[in-house]
């Protein structure tokens, strides 16, 4: 089962001004092996640079995604905890 997450993306990735803008993913939670607060997307959300519109009080985390041999890390808008309780939300509805 997947879980619809919010990334924070780096459209600027070449270039030293960096410009980010959020997009819907679809993760699957089997696959995510670590997530950690990250604190350096909080700073520049509160400094304007991360998406307009986007309260200053949201905090971030990075998930890192297995991918056999290598993994994948991704900025997502939510808390650790937050993002904890979502991926196993539906682990809990299919136990019953």
Known sequence: MLVKLTEVCNNGAVTTNKIYSLREIFVNPEHVVMIREEKRMRELNELGKVASGLDN??????LTINRGQT???????GSPDVIENTLNRNKQLLRG
Request: charged residues 25%.
């Open 71 to 77: 993994g994948t890390e991704i900025v997502v808008v």
């Open 57 to 62: 009080a949201h905090k971030f985390s990075k």
